[in-house]
């Protein structure tokens, strides 16, 4: 066996790459070769192998932020939970050699069926840390290989009323191009404005321009536009994994946020992950710990009605280098509140 820390992938490991990334069922897109650069393109980024008889078994993005934190979501990707472990083991050791204090890994889809006994033993053997506090994962996932009707039919009674409403007002769908970033994109950030959020307009064009192209060059996607007469007034981003489309950004225009808007953008991006021979649909995260009156409750509920299996993912793993490390990381957390 064979571990490789690289910074960029030579042409043969990532079509290996991407076989594997293609053959592990719910593979996310963070750990799609190509997507980090075209969503994070600032970010340092390590890519780990692991080999076996010149054979990619397993693949990792890892993120490093300020050479102080190193963090891996829904990763790494390998189909065995020994070869898991020794991945993780690997992963952790070369963030020692390299100075780098705090490694975070968020672990992917096809862990959840690992018992607990493994997560138990893992824990004994790299002694590691979880806290509700962490970036712990949650998701809606809902099955889309059905019919038109049977999928309207799987909604709450609201959902399906709401949908019939938007089709009756005359919303339509289409995909968008290229040219209709620019205005999915100035309305994207005018929703986050009105509901008092911070976005840097500029920044996030470059980034939905990035992902944009990154879905044309691979086929891996798509920008979904919801229309009144000629007006853009909302969309979705999506992206595809292996059998499984994944909500990555949405937003409806302020002026139309009453309407209808989200819910047939959603309809529509379901029917055409399904028309593209996906059978699955993960709604993008679901918010733990929320309070009744927060946004993110009332984004869970409006995740609700699609009536999609809430499923959760095992807790963030926080590894140390040494304990000195693990204090001061706790005091730079603490001293930073």
Known sequence: MEYLFLAQLSEDYYKQIKVLFEQIEFSSIEQCPGFSDAAYPNEKIIHALFLSNNEIKGYAQIKIKKHILASVYFGPLIKTESDYELFIKEIKKYCKRKFIPVLKILPPHNT????????????????FETCDNEFNWSTLISKINLTDEELLKSFADNHRQSIKKAMNIGFKTTLLNQ???????????????????????????????????FFEEHKNGFF????????????????????????????????????????????????????????????GGYANNTVEGDQLYNINKFKEGFRGELIYYPKTMIFYTSLPVKWMYKLFLLLRK
């Open 112 to 127: 959840i069926k690992y018992q607990s006994s493994f997560w138990e033993q893992l824990k004994a053997d790299t002694n």
């Open 179 to 213: 040219k209709d970033i620019d205005t999915f994109n100035n309305q994207y950030c005018e929703m986050y404005t009105a509901k008092g959020l911070p976005i840097n307009i500029t920044n996030n064009f470059q980034k939905f321009t990035r992902l944009f192209q």
């Open 224 to 283: 979904m536009g919801v229309w009144l007469e000629n007006k853009l007034i909302g969309g979705v981003c999506i992206s595809f994994g292996n059998n499984v489309a994944f909500y990555l950004e949405g937003y409806s225009h302020p002026d139309y946020r009453k309407l209808p808007v989200s819910h047939l953008a959603l309809y529509e991006s379901m029917k055409l992950a399904r028309d593209n021979g996906l059978n699955y649909f993960d709604f």
